[in-house]
C-alpha cells in the first residue's frame, strides 16, 4: 500500500472543506503541509492553522501570521460553516447523525472534524447540535515504522501495553503502526478496534491506512465491538483507542478473563493524570497493562518519555 506524505494528507483533509477555503489553503501546503496538524473553522474568526511549531492565521493576502489581530485577516463566515459542515457529512446530515451527536464525524483518509454549536436536547440527552459555530478538522497522519522504538523498549508488549499522552502527542499514530506491526512482522491476530475510524480511515469497507493483517471493527461502539471481537474472531490482542469509560471497563474485563491481551491509548500527560483515572487503574490492578509508556507533547509527536511498569506508576 503506497502511503501518503504529510502534504497529500493536509491537501486531502482541506479538500473537506468549503470550496472557497479550499481555494484559499491549497496553495499553502509546501509552507505548512508537513507540520499542520489541525485546521480550526470559527464563526467570525480568522481562519486558523495549528502546526507543530506554531499556530498560524491566514491573511486576506494569502499570507500566514502568527497573531490574530489584524483586519487584514481572512475570517470565516456562517457561509463558510454551513458549507463545510454539508460537506464533511457528504451532503446527508441525516446519515451521520450519530456522529454528530458525539461531536465529531470521521473522514476519508481518517481525517477528523470536531463540531461546536448549540446542543438539542431531549430528557437531558443532546439529540443534535444546531447552528454550528466551530469546526475543527485534525490531520490525520501515518507514520510507518514509528512503533518499533517502542516494541523494542517494552518486554513482552504482547502481554498488554497502555500508551498515555496529552491530545495529539501521537498515541493513535504510534498505536495504529504497532497494531501493524504485530499482525506483520509478529504474527499475532490482531483485532482493532476503530471506534472514530481514526486508526483505519476505512471508507466502504477499505482501510485507507496500512494495518496490517488486522481484522477492524470499524465505528463501533468500542464495548461491542470487544465483545463480538472475542466470539468471532479469536484474536490474541485487542488493540483500542482513548478508553475510560465504565464500559470499556467491563468489556476490556471480559477481553483479559478471555485470555486476550489489550494494548489501548489513554488520555494523561503523566501519571498523576493516569492515577485519577479509576477504570484504568482498577484495569492495571487486573494485570491488563503489565507496563505503560508515556509520549511526549504536540511539538514532538510520537517521542516516548518514559517506560514504567503498572505497578510502580499505580504504587
Known amino acids: 500500500m503506497a502511503s501518503m506524505n504529510d502534504k497529500e494528507r493536509f491537501k486531502q483533509a482541506v479538500?473537506?472543506?468549503s470550496l472557497q477555503l479550499q481555494r484559499r489553503l491549497m496553495p499553502l501546503a509546501e509552507q505548512i503541509g508537513q507540520t499542520a496538524m489541525e485546521i480550526r473553522l470559527r464563526i467570525n474568526r480568522p481562519l486558523c492553522i495549528v502546526c507543530t511549531d506554531n499556530t498560524y492565521y491566514v491573511m486576506k493576502n494569502g499570507g500566514l501570521s502568527n497573531a490574530?489581530?489584524?483586519?487584514?485577516?481572512?475570517?470565516i463566515s456562517r457561509v463558510d460553516i454551513s458549507d463545510t459542515f454539508h460537506n464533511i457529512c457528504n451532503?446527508?446530515?441525516y446519515m451521520r447523525q450519530n456522529e454528530i451527536v458525539n461531536g465529531f464525524i470521521t473522514l476519508k483518509g481518517g481525517h477528523r472534524a470536531g463540531?461546536?454549536?448549540t446542543a438539542v436536547c431531549d430528557n437531558s440527552k443532546i439529540t443534535n447540535i444546531r447552528d454550528i459555530s466551530s469546526i475543527n478538522i485534525r490531520i490525520a497522519r501515518e507514520r510507518?515504522?514509528?512503533g518499533k522504538d517502542l516494541?523494542?523498549?517494552v518486554k513482552r508488549i504482547d502481554k498488554g501495553l497502555l500508551i498515555c499522552g496529552a491530545p495529539c502527542s501521537g498515541k493513535t499514530t504510534v498505536l495504529r503502526d504497532i497494531a501493524r506491526l504485530l499482525s506483520t512482522e509478529y504474527g499475532k491476530c490482531v483485532s482493532l478496534i476503530d471506534e472514530r475510524g481514526e486508526l483505519a480511515g476505512t471508507v466502504s469497507g477499505i482501510a485507507q491506512d496500512d494495518i496490517g493483517m488486522c481484522d477492524v471493527f470499524d465505528c463501533y461502539q468500542k464495548s461491542d465491538a470487544i465483545n463480538q471481537a472475542i466470539r468471532s474472531m479469536a484474536p490474541d490482542i485487542v488493540v483500542c483507542d482513548e478508553i475510560g469509560s465504565q464500559r470499556d471497563f467491563e468489556a476490556l474485563e471480559h477481553s483479559l478473563n478471555c485470555?486476550?491481551?489489550i494494548i489501548a491509548t489513554a488520555h494523561a500527560a503523566d501519571?498523576?493524570?493516569l492515577r485519577k483515572r479509576e477504570c484504568i487503574y482498577k484495569l492495571a490492578r487486573m494485570g491488563a497493562f503489565p507496563n505503560i509508556v508515556f509520549l511526549s507533547d504536540k511539538n514532538h509527536p510520537g517521542k516516548i518519555t518514559s517506560v514504567a511498569e503498572a505497578k510502580d506508576v499505580f504504587s
Open 15 to 17: 479538500g473537506c472543506i
Open 68 to 75: 490574530p489581530v489584524s483586519s487584514e485577516m481572512l475570517c
Open 91 to 93: 451532503y446527508s446530515v
Open 115 to 117: 463540531i461546536c454549536g
Open 144 to 146: 510507518k515504522g514509528c
Open 151 to 153: 516494541i523494542r523498549s
Open 259 to 261: 485470555g486476550v491481551s
Open 271 to 273: 501519571k498523576y493524570e
